[in-house]
């Protein structure tokens, strides 16, 4: 998580900084803070816990300008979001530095630099690496060697941006696990996690590969691996504008990005099927024969992303007959595996720098699976580069935590792969066919499901006085449910828990009564009467039913049971459509009850973190 901002230029960098910290704040809203130095070499910091706007507050009032400065947005792992715990850190007010990721070995660091005689201000981890920089900077290194010192020690993650008044017009910066781009302008070069950051100043990137370390001034930039070479790293030209993070008319990011899932649905389809056909040829040049070979599915993926591969399980052994199992990126990574043979190993990540699913690639590619493919939203990711195939969701970019757009645009490029691979494993013409016109159609059906906004915003209100809701779904909406319930509790606080509607008689319904809210999605599918038997269950006990169905599928009106029609669709692609209403009805539960929507405590958007 957090954000990292640097800058060198002959212009003041703070209004960079700053800026650069308002759209990187997505990824961490505890604390932030910028240094910068001032023309006579001497380092100036401010700090400030809370948003980004406190600290825009206090610059406001006391301003910092200087050519040269690093920043940080913060989401507390080592300490308290407090004033002492954020970023940047400064050693003997020398070195600045800003860091995002975990040291496991910080503690050892501290005891040893401690030793030596230096104080520590904070329960950080990054307190000791710029210590430990200083040290050696005391020693006679200049400021690259003295960072390549200090990260020859280091375990763990980082991405590090390093400033010293010993050499006021040079920023070096390094990363391992996290990630780090370049920004490369005229007189000028910049760092961040994230290209949203720079997009007002530049539009041409270096996407640091892992172990690289970069050091730069005004006019040169070098960038040396992981072996201490020299390297050429290309320099590649977003397609985004620097307005392709604002809200717009919309008065929160999450709005926007749910009202973005026609054209994002419609984006992710686009080249990717001709005719009645899916072309398989969208996964990479190799992908037809990799799917040819392909026995077995093993999907690794974290929160709303592990949702999706579960939806996918059903669709890889449905439609593709492919035994398909989904883990989480977490529990994949410390048990032992026994690889069956012709295994494709999928990977999902809005970011594609997700710590566990990366970790998780890079086990799977040391046990030997036949090939790796990523499912992402940022195709310069260190998951998408590090993958044999990839295919791209292009739902473009996703500020609010909870995630919306990423999943639907997720579900559409999973099943345009299950089809992909189900052409090669006995797929029928006709049958895909059918897929492929359904997916055509979705973009109107999603339209015509946040024309429903007004009749969800109506029902949001029954449930803001709620503490605990409960979420039902049979097949391939049991996932839904799931994420239904996992965004009802990430931006409304209101806890949510989903079961597979057949579980209910085993330990739920011990929970029914009037004041818990139970959310049903009823498609008009093969399980839809068994599921109708379930909700009898919960009216008997007094609960009230909150249902999103067709109107085939629907259960009678009754004050105990309100209903919300969604058009029919086809049973494979009802993951998709009736993910919409859930996601409106917890952005607006969460308005209502006047919660951060975009900014949710403890959470942050991307989770570059172990």
Not at 480 to 485: L, T
Request: hydrophobic share 45%.
């Amino acid at each position: 998580m957090c954000g990292i901002v640097g800058a060198v230029a002959q212009r003041d960098v703070s209004p960079i900084l700053l800026e650069g910290l308002r759209r990187l704040e997505y990824r961490g809203y505890d604390s932030a803070g910028l240094a910068v130095m001032d023309a006579e070499h001497a380092l100036h910091r401010h700090r400030a816990v809370g948003k980004v706007s406190a600290l825009a507050d206090t610059q406001d009032r006391a301003p910092l300008s200087g050519t040269i400065g690093v920043a940080h947005t913060r989401w507390a792992t080592h300490g308290a979001p407090t004033e002492a715990n954020a970023h940047p850190h400064v050693a003997r007010d020398d070195v600045a530095i800003v860091h995002n990721g975990i040291i496991e070995n910080h503690e050892a660091l501290r005891a040893r630099l401690s030793a030596d005689g230096y104080a520590f201000s904070s329960e950080t981890d990054t307190e000791a690496v710029v210590n430990a920089v200083h040290a050696r900077l005391d020693a006679g290194d200049d400021l690259l060697a003295a960072l390549r010192g200090v990260l020859s020690e280091l375990e763990g993650a980082y991405a590090l941006g390093v400033i010293s008044r010993r050499e006021p017009g040079r920023l070096v910066a390094a990363r391992r696990g996290s990630p780090l781009v370049v920004g490369v302008g005229i007189g000028e070069h910049f760092i961040a996690s994230d290209v949203a950051a720079l997009l007002p100043v530049t539009r041409d990137f270096i996407y640091l590969e892992e172990g690289d370390v970069v050091d730069l001034t005004r006019d040169s930039l070098r960038i040396f691996d992981a072996d201490g070479n020299l390297v050429e790293r290309t320099v590649r030209t977003s397609e985004l504008t620097a307005d392709a993070a604002e809200r717009g008319e919309y008065r929160h990011f999450m709005a926007k990005e749910i009202h973005e899932q026609p054209r994002a649905v419609a984006e992710t389809l686009e080249g990717r099927i001709s005719g009645e056909h899916v072309l398989p040829d969208a996964l990479g040049p190799e992908a037809t024969d990799v799917l040819r070979q392909t026995r077995r599915v093993q999907i690794v993926a974290c929160g709303t992303s592990f949702h999706a591969g579960l939806v996918a399980r059903y669709w890889f052994e449905a439609i593709a007959g492919l035994p398909c199992d989904v883990e989480v990126a977490s529990e994949f990574r410390y048990r032992p595996h026994v690889v069956p043979d012709d295994t494709l190993f999928v990977t999902l990540s809005q970011s594609g720098e997700t710590a566990d699913t990366l970790a998780a690639l890079r086990e799977a590619k040391r046990l030997g699976y036949l090939s790796s493919l990523a499912i992402c939203n940022v195709p310069e990711s260190s998951l998408v580069r590090e993958s044999d195939l990839a295919m791209m969701t292009r739902a473009g970019p996703e500020i609010g935590v909870a995630s919306t757009k990423a999943f639907t645009t997720q579900l559409t490029a999973l099943l345009l792969t299950v089809i992909a691979a189900a052409q090669l494993h006995d797929l029928s013409d006709v049958d895909e066919a059918r897929l492929v016109a359904a997916l055509r159609h979705m973009p109107r059906q999603i339209e015509q499901v946040l024309e429903l906004e007004p009749a969800i915003e109506a029902l949001a209100e029954q449930f803001v006085d709620k503490h605990h809701s409960l979420f039902l779904g049979r097949g391939t909406q049991y996932p839904i449910a799931m994420e239904g319930a996992l965004k009802l509790k990430e931006i409304s606080y209101i806890h949510a828990e989903a079961y597979p509607a057949g579980e209910l008689k085993h330990g739920p319904l011990a929970l029914v009564d009037a004041e818990m809210p139970v959310v049903t999605v009823a498609p008009n599918d093969d399980l839809v009467e068994k599921l109708k038997s379930n909700l009898q269950e919960v009216r008997a006990r007094g609960g009230r039913l909150y249902v999103f169905a067709d109107a085939a599928s629907a259960p009678p009106e009754a004050p105990d049971c309100q209903v919300l029609t969604l058009p029919a669709v086809a049973d494979a692609l009802a993951p998709i459509l009736y993910t919409v209403p859930l996601q409106l009805l917890a952005y607006h539960v969460a308005v209502l009850k006047g919660t951060d929507v975009d900014q949710p405590r403890n959470l942050a958007k991307s989770v570059t973190v172990e």
